[in-house]
T-cell receptor, first 116, second 118 residues
Framework: NAGVTQTPKFRILKIGQSMTLQCTQD?????MYWYRQDPGMGLKLIYY???????DKGEVPNGYNVSRSTTEDFPLRLELAAPSQTSVYFC???????????????FGEGSRLTVL | AQTVTQSQPEMSVQEAETVTLSCTYD???????LFWYKQPPSRQMILVIR??????QNATENRFSVNFQKAAKSFSLKISDSQLGDAAMYFC???????????????FGKGTKLSVKP
């Protein structure tokens, strides 16, 4: 069981470039999330999705976009990369309340992005 | 809005001894979930233990246990018989029970870095 898989694990971008962080989960979770973690800080929510075709902004959405065409996949796109987007990015997923769950999120291994 | 506070940026413990990490939170909800996640140098976020607020009994997972004080809004993690592999960042997190969308977001504290001395 692969769980939550993120790619790439590391990436260096130049200012103004764009890229997509891929996230896929094989647990049939309805809810998916993208977080960023800056040094010495907890995780902050960028975007989330409660199901295929439904996405919404979190706490720090500026400079990012997402889509959710399938239950499994939730890619995060960075447009016009800026140094402020240098961070570690985590994708996570969970069951919905209707699916029954103990409430925890399952995380990918993280993607370290550096913008120079 | 809910907040989570971890007042100890760093802690240290001798191998085989016991350490307690502190966490307080602020909420007006009566029912919710609380979690401790471990983040080793590999960056992976690993669930250590969970507590449902409506359960009065403190959760226990092997060497890990919590002291959940609902009235005080306190949720501390006790690690017994500490091992070298316990060295990591530990994050306390809060989640509303009626979770959906951003309401289901985990709210994290800033973390406590635990060192284990041999």
């Amino acid at each position: 069981n692969a769980g939550v898989t993120q790619t790439p694990k590391f990436r260096i971008l130049k200012i103004g470039q764009s890229m997509t962080l891929q996230c896929t989960q094989d647990m049939n979770h309805n809810y998916m999330y993208w977080y960023r973690q800056d040094p010495g800080m907890g995780l902050k929510l960028i975007y989330y999705s409660v199901g295929a075709g439904i996405t919404d902004k979190g706490e720090v959405p500026n400079g990012y976009n997402v889509s959710r065409s399938t239950t499994e996949d939730f890619p995060l796109r960075l447009e016009l990369a800026a140094p402020s987007q240098t961070s570690v990015y985590f994708c996570a997923s969970s069951y919905s309340k209707l699916q029954g769950a103990a409430g925890e999120l399952f995380f990918g291994e993280g993607s370290r992005l550096t913008v120079l | 809005a809910q907040t989570v506070t971890q007042s100890q940026p760093e802690m240290s413990v001798q191998e085989a001894e016991t350490v307690t990490l502190s966490c307080t939170y602020d909420t007006s909800e009566s029912d919710y979930y609380l979690f401790w996640y471990k983040q080793p140098p590999s960056r992976q976020m690993i669930l250590v233990i969970r507590q449902e607020a409506y359960k009065q009994q403190n959760a226990t997972e092997n060497r890990f246990s919590v002291n959940f004080q609902k009235a005080a809004k306190s949720f501390s993690l006790k690690i017994s018989d500490s091992q070298l592999g316990d060295a990591a960042m530990y994050f306390c997190a809060y989640r509303r029970p009626n979770y959906g969308g951003s309401q289901g977001n985990l709210i994290f504290g800033k973390g406590t870095k635990l060192s284990v001395k041999p």
